[in-house]
């Protein structure tokens, strides 16, 4: 079974550049996650969707952050305009329902942001 | 105060050894309870979930405390490919909060 896709892999922009994250699901999951994890701490949920619809996008800066899941598959993330906090990875994941009682979540290998 | 709160470590132990380390969650309305696994400049994989009773899975024991709202997990006989972050998760209203991690470095 192909895991979570993410591209790109690694990403430098200067402050106030706009950048966008690409992520690809395993096939068949409904629920997919965005998550930021800064060097140093846990991933922090970013927006999480039930097939094409959020669920939960309260801790999303959405002055700057925007994320869609067209056709409730693939999703992309964007950011505009970037800020130095935004340097961290950007992990998408996705389980198969809505987190439950032993809901297993699998993580794409993440996008490296690095804002100079 | 953190959702869920991790002694940062690292624990730096020879092969063969035990190591055990704690995490402590704030919500004691916290459904659910895991440990995932984070290799350096990896994702997060699930190592196990967390039961009421506490549970094993090969050297692997994970123990919950819902009265004092922590949770435990020992490793025994270390082996080096053991070395990573162990991340405490805990699920509320549906959404998993990670604690920063514990690192463990296991050495020959």
């Known amino acids: 079974e192909a895991g979570v896709a993410q591209s790109p892999r690694y990403k430098i922009i200067e402050k106030r550049q706009s950048v966008a994250f690409w992520c690809n699901p395993i096939?068949?999951?409904?629920?997919l996650y965005w998550y930021q994890q800064i060097l140093g701490q846990g991933p922090k949920l970013l927006i999480q969707f039930q097939n094409n619809g959020v669920v939960d996008d309260s801790q999303l800066p959405k002055d700057r952050f925007s994320a869609e899941r067209l056709k409730g598959v693939d999703s992309t993330l964007k950011i505009q305009p970037a800020k130095l906090e935004d340097s961290a990875v950007y992990l998408c994941?996705?389980?198969?329902?809505?987190?439950?009682?032993?809901?297993?979540?699998?993580f794409g290998p993440g996008t490296r942001l690095l804002v100079l | 105060r953190k959702e869920v709160e991790q002694d940062p470590g690292p624990f730096n132990v020879p092969e063969g050894a035990t190591v055990a380390f704690n995490c402590t969650y704030s919500?004691?309305?916290?459904?659910?309870f895991f440990w995932y696994r984070q290799d350096c400049r990896k994702e997060p994989k699930l190592l196990m979930s967390?039961?009421?009773s506490g549970n094993e899975d090969g050297r692997f024991t994970a123990q919950l405390n819902r009265a004092s709202q922590y949770i435990s997990l020992l490793i025994r006989d270390s082996k080096l490919s053991d070395s990573a972050t162990y991340l405490c998760v805990v699920l509320n209203d549906y959404k998993l909060s990670f604690g920063a991690g514990t690192t463990v470095t296991v050495r020959a």
């Open positions: 919500n004691s309305a916290s459904q659910s």
């Open positions: 967390v039961y009421s």
């Open positions: 994941a996705s389980s198969a329902r809505s987190p439950g009682y032993q809901e297993t979540q699998y």
């Open positions: 096939s068949g999951h409904a629920t």
